[in-house]
């Protein structure tokens, strides 16, 4: 039986795989607070709304503010939000050595949001959910495994 990790709270266990986790992360020429910054000001095209999420100090503020309607959504959403999670996982596991060894010490166990506030990147709390956060997190896992296995001799 394949083992399973669960995670949610920063102050958990594994807490370094939430997108809440403070880990300031280098992308597109600019600093963000955290994964969750990035993730939710890519949601527009609005670039001042975007530099309002990224210099929100919480990302549960940020979070709020990505989840507004009161600024218009990029249309292409939908199609792109998965690959701007994978990117910025991606950034955080490479950029983060510490991080990354966690990630890779987790070997093929099943990596689990467990949370029943989202249905579509965690568990929806009963294991119902789609999980993508989780997957998200193993596809990076492996693209890592892969980097490493490479520079092996």
Same mark, same amino acid.
């Given at each position: 039986m394949?083992?399973?990790?669960?995670?949610y709270?920063?102050?958990?266990?594994?807490?370094?795989?939430?997108?809440?986790?403070?880990?300031?992360?280098?992308?597109?020429?600019?600093?963000?607070?955290?994964?969750?910054?990035?993730? /939710?000001?890519?949601?527009?095209?609005?670039?001042? &709304? /975007?530099?309002?999420?990224?210099?929100?100090?919480?990302?549960?503020?940020?979070?709020?503010?990505?989840?507004?309607?009161g600024?218009? *959504?990029?249309?292409?959403?939908?199609?792109?939000?998965?690959?701007?999670?994978?990117?910025?996982?991606?950034?955080?596991?490479? /950029? &983060?050595l510490?991080?990354?060894?966690?990630?890779?010490?987790?070997?093929?166990?099943? *990596?689990?949001?467990?949370?029943?506030?989202?249905? &579509?990147?965690?568990?929806?709390?009963?294991?119902?959910g789609?999980?993508? *956060?989780?997957?998200?997190?193993?596809?990076?896992?492996?693209?890592?495994? /892969?980097?490493?296995?490479?520079?092996?001799?």
């Open positions: 394949t083992k399973e990790i669960k995670f709270s920063t102050k958990e266990e594994y807490g370094c795989f939430s997108n809440f986790a403070a880990y300031p992360i280098n992308l597109n020429g600019k600093l963000w607070p955290t994964t969750e910054h990035y993730f /939710q000001a890519q949601k527009f095209f609005d670039t001042d &709304y /975007q530099e309002k999420i990224r210099l929100e100090k919480s990302p549960t503020i940020a979070a709020r503010l990505g989840r507004s309607r600024v218009k *959504l990029r249309p292409d959403w939908e199609t792109v939000k998965e690959s701007i999670m994978e990117e910025a996982v991606l950034a955080k596991f490479t /950029q &983060y510490e991080l990354k060894k966690i990630l890779l010490e987790t070997g093929n166990a099943i *990596l689990i949001e467990h949370t029943e506030n989202d249905s &579509y990147w965690g568990d929806g709390g009963n294991g119902n789609k999980n993508r *956060l989780g997957q998200v997190l193993m596809i990076v896992r492996e693209k890592l495994s /892969q980097i490493e296995n490479s520079a092996q001799p």
